[in-house]
């Protein structure tokens, strides 16, 4: 078969050419160190390397919200350190009250404090994040979330917690209204309350429970009644007669009933009644320090009136503190997940890159040997083409 020069010539030029681009496309793998850059390139592993950015990206953005929730719940955490410290000092002074060597004015000057811890407690209620918001403003407040309003401190944020926008559900805010407005009154689980209109010769402690299962949650009403031949006391439940109706009372020992448990001292007089009812979640931290403190700046309280001031004021204290506390000891619970979660997408954010890289990253020493063969032979070939041109008619003529 007859090969033309023209022929010839065109099929060498196209095989320096093929072999150029193809040294080319190496050369550029071997700098992007990429060996699909194009989704045409393997459409299988570009699919691959896309959805594995993807899961990457997805995880940054849940380690970018687990930082902002581990930030707010640190302040918060830290936040709920200085009130616990503060509470605690509340309580040293309502201890203190209870000496009977004090002088009103002496309790004036406790009360004078305990009025100071508690604007220093309204201060860290309505702290902020640093970044516009507020730690205590459960879902979002436009202002500060806590208002001293004539009727006492009320909540002006939205309850619940903001969340994380991502498939980690952690916070990045407390309700508010639950750590500072909402702690169990009396023990927990009831109340016992002297009636305002009572003489001033007796005083009640915060109660027990004796036995969980007789527990009715009913209300009732120890109603007292004072005469020659002694004291005696009568149960009413719900304002109904029980069968204690004549009980004889003596300072000091227990009045047990319907599983609850609590002690009556002194001398009560007659139609004296203590209320009992079961607790609610409806005790503030700052209408409990205004009663106490105002308890404290009243003169001319008897032993047992002033007594009565302390052991409610020391109730009511330590379970407002006690909610504080538990508070923070979930926050401490949530940081110690946060470190988890950490962990977790670090593992999956490694995974994901890990994939891209097997779908998409070059094989160096094979990219580095497969661009040394096609620059060899492209070497060659430009050399055979070299020597090939020189054969034709013309070069024989010249």
Same mark, same amino acid.
């Given at each position: 078969m007859r090969v033309a020069t023209a022929n010839a010539q065109d099929r060498a030029v196209d095989s320096l050419q093929r072999r150029q681009v193809g040294l080319q496309t190496a050369q550029e793998r071997l700098v992007s160190g990429k060996r699909v850059a194009r989704a045409s390139d393997d459409p299988t592993s570009?699919? &691959?390397?896309?959805?594995?950015?993807?899961?990457?990206?997805?995880?940054?953005? =849940?380690?970018?919200?687990?930082?902002?929730? &581990?930030?707010?719940?640190?302040?918060?955490?830290?936040?709920?350190?200085?009130?616990?410290?503060?509470?605690?000092?509340? &309580?040293?002074?309502?201890?203190?009250?209870?000496?009977?060597?004090?002088?009103?004015?002496?309790?004036?000057?406790?009360?004078?404090?305990?009025?100071?811890l508690r604007e220093q407690l309204l201060s860290i209620a309505n702290r902020g994040d640093g970044a516009g918001g507020y730690l205590f403003a459960g879902q979002g407040a436009p202002t500060q979330p806590f208002i001293d309003a004539p009727g006492g401190v009320q909540f002006r944020g939205t309850r619940g917690e903001a969340q994380v926008a991502s498939s980690e559900p952690l916070p990045l805010s407390v309700d508010g209204e639950t750590a500072w407005l909402r702690a169990p009154t009396g023990n927990g689980v009831f109340a016992v309350e002297p009636?305002?209109?009572?003489?001033?010769?007796?005083?009640?402690?915060?109660?027990?429970?004796?036995?969980?299962?007789?527990?009715?949650?009913?209300?009732?009403?120890?109603?007292?009644?004072?005469?020659?031949?002694?004291?005696?006391?009568?149960?009413?439940?719900?304002?109904n007669p029980t069968a204690i109706t004549a009980e004889p009372f003596q300072s000091g020992r227990a009045i047990t009933f319907d599983g609850i448990s609590f002690t009556v001292k002194g001398a009560p007089a007659t139609g004296d009644t203590f209320?009992?009812?079961?607790?609610?979640?409806?005790?503030?931290?700052?209408?409990?320090?205004? &009663?106490?403190?105002?308890?404290?700046? =009243?003169?001319?309280?008897s032993d047992a009136q002033l007594t009565q001031i302390v052991q409610s004021g020391l109730r009511d204290v330590d379970s407002t503190m006690g909610g504080l506390i538990s508070l923070r000891s979930r926050l401490g619970g949530i940081l110690n997940r946060v470190d988890t979660v950490?962990?977790?997408?670090?593992?999956?954010?490694?995974?994901?890159?890990?994939?891209?890289?097997?779908?998409?990253?070059?094989?160096?020493?094979?990219?580095? =040997?497969?661009?040394?063969?096609?620059?060899?032979?492209?070497d060659a070939a430009l050399k055979a083409y070299s020597t090939v041109q020189r054969m034709s008619l013309f070069e024989y003529i010249r």
């Open positions: 570009a699919a &691959r390397a896309e959805r594995a950015l993807a899961a990457q990206a997805r995880t940054e953005a =849940s380690q970018r919200g687990l930082e902002a929730s &581990r930030s707010a719940m640190v302040q918060t955490e830290s936040a709920l350190g200085d009130a616990v410290n503060l509470m605690q000092r509340v &309580r040293e002074l309502t201890t203190q009250a209870g000496n009977a060597t004090y002088a009103d004015a002496q309790r004036g000057a406790l009360a004078q404090e305990i009025r100071g009636a305002a209109a009572n003489a001033p010769g007796a005083w009640v402690d915060s109660g027990q429970v004796t036995d969980p299962a007789a527990v009715t949650g009913d209300d009732y009403s120890v109603v007292f009644t004072s005469a020659a031949g002694g004291t005696t006391y009568a149960v009413l439940r719900n304002g209320e009992v009812t079961a607790s609610q979640r409806e005790l503030s931290v700052f209408d409990t320090l205004d &009663r106490l403190a105002e308890g404290l700046e =009243s003169s001319s309280q950490e962990s977790r997408l670090a593992e999956t954010k490694v995974l994901a890159q890990t994939d891209r890289s097997i779908a998409e990253d070059l094989d160096m020493v094979e990219a580095i =040997s497969d661009f040394q063969n096609r620059q060899t032979g492209y």
